[in-house]
């Protein structure tokens, strides 16, 4: 079998370890504070992202641009003969077009070898997708229509989160004015899910704990619907006794042993978007 090397932009969120111990290879988005240009994760941390955005800097993310991707490419393409690159889902960012323009500036010959997929997810969605995909090579040896037996695994992905404020997602222009006015009215928390590469509300429930028990409480109702056993998730951006209860609430739900279920802290692209207190969880048929 040819050596595949599984590539992926910084947008996606894995457990501690898991993006090493899988031998991905992650390229860096930009975080833009103020105006100072950072790489996400080698020139600045997710921690101090966050702190600069509670202290009201102007934070932002921007995709790897072509050449960047063109140069990380073609380091890798000489020790894999083939790379498979998941970029974040194209309607949330432009690392996916700005993948696929890289490979205008890459040798035709070498541009035949690389993939780009999107994966139509971000964070934890994302990282998902990527470790499924390797786990169908692992086992089956063959990347050929890796893209649709994916896609009928992530079929299955449950996913949705909160936030403390929707004044985040607004200033990055995913929600209206009404909605970040109504999301800040009376301790009311939405429900979001990111479907079809998209944002779109669920509902709204007063208090952050009780939208994360309706968290929970559908995840248990899809275990009773489906039937299927998930490898289940929890990320958060700055509320780690959120993500924790979470989690436990998850377990009682699923009928599953708390530390089965990973926590994941949140990266630079959900984070920046999101703000500080958000929470999501995402499931996947096991």
């Known amino acids: 079998m040819a050596k595949i090397g599984f590539v992926t932009d910084s947008t996606a969120d894995f457990p501690q370890g898991a993006d090493r111990q899988n031998n991905i290879h992650i390229i860096p988005v930009h975080v833009v504070v103020d105006s100072n240009d950072y790489l996400d994760k080698i020139e600045i941390s997710n921690d101090q992202i966050i702190e600069k955005m509670k202290k009201n800097h102007q934070v932002f993310t921007r995709p790897a641009a072509p050449a960047e991707y063109a140069d990380f490419y073609e380091n890798l393409l000489k020790k894999y003969d083939y790379i498979l690159s998941f970029q974040v889902a194209s309607n949330l960012s432009e690392c996916f077009q ?9 040798d035709p010959e070498s541009a035949k070898k690389i ?19 390797i ?9 050929d229509d890796l893209e649709n037996k994916v896609n009928l695994i992530m079929g299955t992905n449950i996913s949705n989160f909160t936030v403390d404020s929707l004044i985040w997602l607004k200033k990055t222009g995913k929600i209206g004015t009404l909605g970040a006015a109504f999301g800040n009215m009376l301790d009311i928390k ?12 669920l509902g709204s429930i007063r208090g952050k704990k009780n939208v994360l028990n309706e968290m929970a409480s559908y995840a248990g109702k899809t275990r009773k619907r489906t039937g299927f ?23 009682k739900e699923l009928g599953i042993n708390q530390n089965e279920i990973k926590i994941i802290k949140s990266g630079a692209a959900i984070a920046v978007q999101t703000g500080p207190g958000s929470i999501a969880w995402g499931m996947v048929k096991k």
């Open 98 to 106: 700005s993948a696929k323009s890289s490979l205008n500036l890459i």
């Open 229 to 251: 056993e998930y490898d289940v998730w929890v990320a958060h951006c700055d509320a780690e006794e959120d993500a924790n209860y979470l989690s436990e609430k998850l377990a």
């Open 190 to 201: 939405p429900l979001i899910v990111l479907k079809d590469s998209s944002l779109k509300p």
């Open 115 to 133: 993939k780009i997929i999107n994966t139509k997810s971000i964070s934890i969605g994302q990282a998902m997708y990527v470790l499924k995909a």
């Open 135 to 143: 786990e169908i090579i692992k086992k089956e040896k063959t990347i």
